[in-house]
């Protein structure tokens, strides 16, 4: 499968795995990584379409994620999951789009797949 239709999420490994499930039950090849070590790693090695970052994981936080160079490693889509703080401190992070906590996973879902698509035909 083409990288451009897989998706990295960098998230806890309780949420992380819910929305990778959820994400493959819709035909979407998934990443799932539980620091940014293995983020960075995993997007260098397989170049996904789309990364979701939950930015308030407990297992994420001491690690600081470091989102802008997640959105340079190439031109794909980043998500940011978190409070309103961090989507005001995170605005600059090129090409970032946020998604305020608590969400729900059929929206969340919904804006990765256009995001993917968008992505896919702009590529074609």
């Known amino acids: 499968m083409d990288a451009r239709h897989s998706v990295l999420v960098v998230d806890a490994a309780d949420t992380g795995a819910v929305l990778c499930t959820a994400l493959a039950k819709r035909g979407w090849r998934t990443l799932c990584a539980t620091s940014s070590a293995e983020a960075l790693a995993l ?3 397989h170049a996904p379409g789309c990364i979701v970052v939950d ?3 407990a297992d994420l936080h001491h690690d600081r994620v470091n989102c802008e160079q997640l ?3 190439s031109e794909r ?3 940011l999951l978190g409070n309103l703080r961090q989507a005001a401190r995170l605005a600059a992070t090129r090409g970032a789009e946020f998604v305020a906590k608590p969400y729900h996973y059929a929206p969340l ?3 990765i797949e256009a995001l993917l698509a968008a992505r896919t035909s702009n590529a074609a």
């Open 71 to 73: 959105a340079r490693s």
């Open 55 to 57: 930015l308030e994981s």
């Open 77 to 79: 889509p980043l998500v």
């Open 43 to 45: 997007a260098e090695r």
């Open 109 to 111: 879902i919904r804006k």
